[in-house]
DNA sequence: CTTCCACGGGAACACTGGGGTG
DNA sequence: CACCCCAGTGTTCCCGTGGAAG
């Protein structure tokens, strides 16, 4: 240890070392989810329909609207992006007004920013909040139709927008009918193959006059994938034969995603780095895999919001406390006011508390099961579902929560 | 068949941060 | 400036419901 620190004070710089030519990577940006490859391998059909229908913008007529659906990472947001750039400079060629807008409705998730956000778009000024919608639309509107145009706009994780009502789909959808000069089209993009269940069903079939289906890749496409982003990211001859397979493998067995796949690989390639190693092998991988896992917990558990940590921390008190696994919900419940208590912050109602257990359930981090006791009613059992030492650390890095520690660990015979 | 209890959907409410208007 | 309007978010309140033990 010692004299690790005394050889790194000898050296000119701190950062000598560090962003000295490594020896694995020759661009590490194309393994990078937000890079959108030249090449898409496996997605030709997807890549031929929607250019199919998306031509007549060229020929001065109305895309039908689009739903996409499939999983995460299977090439959706790349697809997309791809071929709206390929459009956009066959447009620009012919001279015609066409034009694509790629929204993230995660971002813009209710029907006032959504507009809003259009609307400054097409240059009209209006506020983030504060004036009634129909006011923000319309502005959208006229500045849309100032000219003769063609918009396509793609609103990606849909299903984001539509869980706080679908009024404002209804109103993109039949807005063609209100303009004089522009046109619209919309591709809705969405992971959750079950969200057109919770549309009205005017908007159902509006929206998806055509569907395009994104299957998840299998582990010899996701291999494709990654030899061609591989030949491009590393140097000749770092990767071990089996570093690819298994990192495919390894993605495929989750759900097919290439986002995961490529993460792996160049968490992979940054360890082999750190270990100054010379190849990347299938311990790296390896090694990888579980810092991704890791990784994944300690995030989520971060950004979770207050109330919500604390009921986890409930949960995790209650697994400390007694040797079982599970916990009914009033059980948690009766621990989550104790600690509400010991820290100093108001505690919410029961119904409340449920909600955010089901988040929990949700997110992963926790397992509940609702189980009928018959004559005594019904509860949820709650187990945590990931390891204790992920996530005490985590939770405890709160300021707000530190007094938790502290806590005296009560005897059986007092509950 | 009854009975019990939390589950979970939905309405109602409070609060926030911004707008326009007189 | 005071005042009310508006969208959005987080919460509480109310209540019908599922389903096995008794």
């Not at 209100?178 to 079939?205: C, M």
């Amino acid at each position: 240890m010692c004299d690790r620190v005394a050889q790194r004070y000898t050296m000119d710089n701190l950062f000598e070392e560090l962003i000295g030519d490594g020896e694995i990577f020759a661009n590490k940006e194309v393994l990078r989810p937000t890079y959108v490859p030249e090449h898409l391998p496996h997605r030709k059909e997807q890549i031929k329909g929607l250019a199919d229908i998306l031509s007549a913008a060229l020929k001065e007529e109305t895309p039908s609207n689009i739903l996409i659906y499939g999983k995460t990472g299977t090439g959706k947001t790349s697809t997309v992006k791809y071929v709206s750039n390929e459009l956009e400079k066959m447009a620009q060629k012919r001279g015609s007004n066409c034009s694509l807008l790629y929204i993230n409705s995660e971002v813009f998730d209710t029907q006032y920013r959504l507009f809003a956000y259009l609307a400054r778009v097409f240059n009209r000024r209006v506020p983030m909040i504060g004036w009634p919608t129909d006011m923000v639309y319309s502005e959208f509107k006229n500045g849309i139709d100032a000219e003769k145009r063609c918009v396509i706009v793609i609103l990606d994780e849909v299903d984001k927008l539509v869980s706080k009502g679908d009024e404002a789909l209804y109103i993109l959808t039949r807005i063609n009918g209100e303009l004089t000069n522009a046109r619209i089209s919309l591709i809705g993009i969405s992971n959750d193959l079950t969200f057109t269940e919770l549309l009205d069903p005017r908007v159902k079939s509006s929206l998806g006059e055509e569907e395009i289906i994104f299957p998840p890749y299998n582990a010899a496409q996701l291999t494709d994938i990654l030899d061609e982003r591989a030949a491009m990211a590393f140097y000749d001859t770092v990767l071990d034969d089996a570093v690819i397979p298994l990192c495919a493998a390894l993605a495929a067995s989750e759900h097919g995603d290439a986002r995961r796949a490529l993460d792996l690989l160049r968490l992979s390639g940054e360890i082999a780095e750190r270990a100054k190693s010379k190849k990347v092998s299938e311990e790296h991988v390896r090694s990888a895999c579980q810092k991704l896992e890791m990784n994944k917990v300690v995030e989520v558990v971060k950004t979770l919001p207050l109330q919500s940590k604390i009921v986890l921390s409930s949960v995790l008190q209650l697994s400390k406390e007694k040797n079982k696994r599970r916990f009914s919900s009033g059980e948690v419940y009766n621990m989550y006011r104790r600690l509400c208590n010991h820290v100093g912050i108001e505690a919410l109602t029961q119904r409340r508390v449920t909600d955010f257990i089901s988040e929990l359930d949700i997110l992963g981090l926790v397992n509940a099961v609702i189980v009928s006791k018959g004559r005594y009613g019904r509860t949820k059992e709650i187990a945590l579902s990931v390891p204790e030492e992920c996530v005490q650390p985590v939770l405890l890095e709160d300021y707000k929560l530190k007094a938790i520690s502290t806590i005296r660990v009560r005897t059986q015979i007092t509950l």
